[in-house]
């Protein structure tokens, strides 16, 4: 695990193209999700993002594929279920790389809590299409039951919202103790994703300096 600031908005994308729209309305936490590609095809596009992330000074983090986020330098990378385990991947890229994982449960949170990660992403919230072999949708209700659990267990890793969100659910979902949000179609097919990019930062930067004013005492993102 690093010491860092998670962003509190992660966007998901397949191209560099997409991953430059959103970079320009602001975005600084670039994850790249790529399936069912030739290893050299992968890389291939996975150097152009990196490019466009070095251009506005944003992380990129690979999903899936640690030897390739080593080889090319990123910073770091994003593991589901079926993934390498997290300290495999730890001792094979080192102390200095972002490491994330995903989770459908508190018990899977926890596990991933103690393995040493530098944060999770939780969810589903509601269906999506741009996820293969979506895990149960947990919904507002799920998400309050597991990041209580967390909060009354002192488990302080960053959790991040992911699945089907939109920029009318972050006050919604900060208010239940999220570091951030991780969106996909939000932004790639929106009218303007340079524009809705935007509109998601500041709704962040909003309520988060809402939240830090109003509970001071708390420790909370």
């Known amino acids: 695990m690093i010491s860092l ?27 790249l999700r790529l399936k069912n590609q030739p290893y050299q095809a992968w890389k291939a596009v996975a150097l ?14 690979i999903n899936d594929n640690p030897e390739l986020a080593g080889e090319i330098g990123a910073d ?9 385990p997290v300290p495999k991947a730890r001792a094979l890229l080192g102390d200095g790389f972002i490491i994330g994982g995903t ?8 596990d991933l809590d103690q393995t040493g990660v530098d ?24 998400y309050q039951q597991i990041l209580s659990s967390l909060q009354q267990r002192g488990v302080s ?7 089907g969100i939109t920029s009318a659910d972050v006050l ?5 103790g999220f570091s951030g949000v991780a969106v996909s179609s939000a932004i790639s097919q929106s009218a303007d994703p340079a524009a ?6 500041q709704t962040l930067a909003n309520l988060t300096d809402r939240t830090i004013a109003l509970t001071p005492d708390t420790g909370r993102r």
């Not at 890793?157 to 699945?163: E, K, T, Y």
């Not at 919604?172 to 239940?176: A, H, N, Y």
């Not at 809705?196 to 930062?201: A, D, P, S």
């Open 48 to 61: 152009e993002t990196l490019a466009v992330c070095r251009q506005y000074n944003a992380r990129l983090i």
């Open 196 to 201: 809705e990019t935007r509109l998601f930062i």
């Open 76 to 84: 770091g990378v994003h593991l589901g279920a079926d993934d390498m």
């Open 103 to 110: 989770a459908n449960t508190l018990e899977t949170l926890l």
């Open 5 to 31: 600031k998670i962003s509190p908005l992660h966007y998901i994308t397949t191209s560099p193209e997409q991953a430059e729209l959103a970079c320009s309305g602001g975005a600084d936490w670039i994850q």
């Open 157 to 163: 890793v960053p959790v991040v919202a992911i699945g």
């Open 172 to 176: 919604t979902l900060l208010s239940v």
């Open 119 to 142: 944060y999770v992403g939780l969810g589903p919230f509601r269906f999506t299409l741009t996820k293969e072999k979506l895990s149960p949708i947990l919904g507002l209700a799920g």
